[in-house]
């Protein structure tokens, strides 16, 4: 689970970290402080409409673009240790983390582990290899392997509708839960909100059948299948099914049969283990505003999130599962159930070649193509690449909520030397966003609906204007190109651009139908006002 990142990058100033801060402000709460160019301020869209303010954990679509300095913090490395050493503490000390543990291997074998830094900051202790750290959306893709044990036993069947396995799941709005399938769920394509929730919730093991009882009010973004939007209560849902699946509790059954199997020895669910081992790194989490607040492990726990993200591990551990994964499944899953989990399940619609198999992204690195992911839950970050060619793996784990996914690819980029990392440059023409104007509907991951017309400004810019119908507020704001389509927007108006904007075409290339956002998602209403290849 991540929040949002902001770095210079290959392919434009900020960068959205894959797996790395993904502070994702509410597109609703943050236009109340928007204001036209020259304008006065904007009333409040709705006050109603703050409480859809949240940090919602997990990884935005964008792959992190990793600032040279860091990506090249090993030049001058007579050693792979040497190499780790420098590509973890500049990475450290770029984003105040206190704290690290770092693993690595290469030809299939664990040749690296080391901790970095201190436990809790001001007070100490010192990170060591088995340090445990939350790996916050890692743990996706141990849920989506429980769920293909359960596909290999003939319990679960991928094109299955998930109310076959929960059928108490009742939604709002105009597509029903019928629709949505397990394999919709693993590949993040159900169209489901990115519900904001709280760190702190139920603990007991009836708690996740409960909440998927009560989503009668949940309205879907998008028919399901329409398009890739990351959304933590995929995985919640996809706990249950392997939870209904298999007749034991999701934690239980993720001990017994996926961790254990694995060599997983140190990853686990439960915070009062973690304290009871007492080799912990505490969460430091820094507010906006400067204030940073520090977790112990038990300070927050939530079974209903747990399968998206709640997960303890070592970064010796999450090797142990790539590795799992590289030599056909291991004692854990059928050598195709792990081609399948590491396999393009779902093109991200981003950038060319970059996709989503189940629970995991792929991405081109260079002349190669690694797995991927991040996650961050507050106060922890972590990273894990892997590939397969060199059978090479490394995980990275920090005591800040941002992740350090420039450790992790400046050690693949001392051991792999991949060549370019840069991205083919962008086509797109100017002049043919016409297809993006005129009048859309948005839903936000609360379900609030919003109105917005959206026209070109500028050879490298949109504006969007919003209105909320029943408050009457309004705002104004400017979405930058970056590529591909992909837009970005600076939403809590700090100078800094800070959350992405992908339209998606399903229909006739004149007109785009979707405005995708992690936690805003709109459809065109409208037919654009300009004709093709004109501009204002």
Not at 272 to 283: C, I, K, L, R, T
Not at 360 to 378: A, K, M
Request: net charge negative.
């Amino acid at each position: 689970m991540d929040t949002l990142d902001r770095c210079p990058g290959a392919l434009r100033a900020p960068c959205l970290a894959a797996a790395g801060l993904f502070a994702v402000i509410s597109l609703v709460a943050t236009v109340a402080i928007a204001a036209p160019p020259g304008g006065p301020s904007t009333a409040n869209i709705s006050p109603g409409l703050v409480a859809a303010t949240a940090t919602l954990p997990g990884p935005g679509p964008l792959p992190v673009r990793v600032p040279p300095a860091l990506l090249k913090a090993h030049q001058g490395a007579a050693t792979l240790d040497d190499a780790a050493d420098q590509c973890t503490t500049q990475s450290m000390t770029a984003a105040n983390t206190p704290g690290a543990s770092v693993a690595v291997a290469h030809d299939g074998v664990l040749i690296l582990e080391r901790g970095y830094g201190v436990k809790r900051r001001l007070v100490g202790g010192p990170v060591d290899a088995d340090t445990l750290f939350r790996i916050g959306s890692i743990t996706k893709q141990l849920t989506a392997a429980a769920v293909l044990q359960q596909v290999e036993l003939g319990t679960v069947v991928l094109d299955d509708p998930v109310m076959t396995y929960v059928p108490e799941l009742e939604l709002a709005g105009q597509w029903p839960a019928d629709r949505i399938t397990v394999h919709h769920l693993l590949t993040h394509s159900s169209g489901y909100p990115d519900l904001p929730f709280d760190p702190v919730g139920r603990t007991d093991d009836s708690a996740l059948a409960e909440w998927a009882a009560h989503q009668s009010e949940v309205a879907l973004h998008a028919p399901p299948g329409v398009f890739w939007n990351y959304s933590n209560p995929n995985f919640n849902l996809a706990g249950l099914v392997a939870e209904r699946a298999s007749g034991q509790p999701y934690r239980q059954y993720m001990a017994e049969h996926v961790f254990a199997p694995a060599g997983m020895t140190r990853t686990t669910f439960d915070p009062a283990a973690v304290m009871a081992d007492g080799n912990f790194s505490y969460g430091h989490l820094t507010s906006p505003g400067g204030f940073e607040t520090i977790y112990a492990p038990d300070d927050y726990d939530n079974a209903v999130f747990a399968p998206a993200g709640y997960a303890f591990s070592t970064a010796g551990d999450l090797v142990r599962w790539a590795l799992t994964l590289l030599d056909d499944g291991g004692a854990v899953l059928a050598p195709d159930s792990a081609r399948q989990m590491q396999t393009p399940q779902r093109d991200l619609e981003l950038i060319p070649g970059y996709s989503y198999g189940y629970g995991i992204f792929i991405e081109p690195l260079g002349d190669l193509s690694v797995r991927q992911h991040g996650g961050s839950i507050w106060g922890w970050g972590a990273y894990l690449i892997w590939e397969p060619e060199h059978r090479f793996a490394v995980a990275v784990l920090a005591n800040t909520f941002a992740s350090l996914p420039g450790a992790a690819y400046c050690i693949a980029d001392y051991l792999l030397s991949p060549g370019s990392t840069l991205h083919p440059p962008d086509t797109t023409d100017p002049a043919t966003w016409y297809r993006f104007e005129g009048i859309w509907d948005f839903t936000t991951s609360t379900g609030n609906p919003l109105e917005g017309e959206i026209f070109v400004e500028s050879d490298d810019e949109l504006s969007l204007f919003l209105w909320d119908a029943h408050s009457g507020g309004s705002a104004w704001f400017t979405l930058e190109h970056l590529g591909y389509g992909i837009f970005l927007a600076d939403l809590d108006d700090d100078g800094v651009l800070d959350s992405d904007f992908e339209f998606i075409e399903r229909g006739s290339p004149e007109r785009a139908d979707w405005l995708r956002n992690r936690s805003v998602v709109g459809v065109q209403r409208r037919t654009p006002r300009r004709p093709a290849g004109s501009l204002p």
